[in-house]
């Protein structure tokens, strides 16, 4: 079964940080950009960040540049989202996707594979 997990998220306070995790199975995710997005109840899901297959080339929206990074253990099969300084608004669930390709591309139209998302919620 081809999928994608992901993991990490939590209950956090504004300012404290968090790591997500994003595992495949049964496929290598060494053949695939990674995109992180979130939605936040109410909201249209928005794109978070996008690492190539390599991990050489990553984006990320400016609404947390600075403050989240994202990074991959290919030979662990798995992406990670580093979050820090969060803020009340980064409340949302994170999801991780899979696209098909070595750039850092992450168009919600070429996803291939999504996770089922990971709750984060930044409360005092």
């Known amino acids: 079964q081809l999928q994608l997990v992901e993991s990490g998220g939590g209950l956090v306070q504004p300012g404290g940080s968090l790591r997500l995790s994003c595992a495949a199975s049964?496929?290598?995710?060494?053949?695939?950009?990674i995109g992180w997005f979130r939605q936040a109840p109410g909201k249209e899901r928005e794109g978070v960040s996008c690492?190539?297959?390599?991990?050489?080339?990553?984006h990320y929206a400016d609404s947390v540049k600075g403050r989240f990074t994202t990074s991959r253990d290919n030979a662990k099969n798995t992406v990670y989202l580093q979050m820090n300084s969060l803020k009340i608004e980064d409340t949302a669930v994170y999801y991780c996707?899979?696209?098909?390709?070595?750039?850092?591309?992450?168009?919600?139209?070429?996803?291939?594979?999504w996770g089922q998302g990971t709750q984060v919620t930044v409360a005092s």
């Open positions: 049964g496929f290598r995710l060494v053949y695939y950009a």
């Open positions: 996707a899979a696209i098909n390709t070595d750039r850092a591309y992450c168009s919600e139209s070429a996803i291939d594979y």
């Open positions: 690492i190539s297959s390599s991990g050489g080339s990553t």
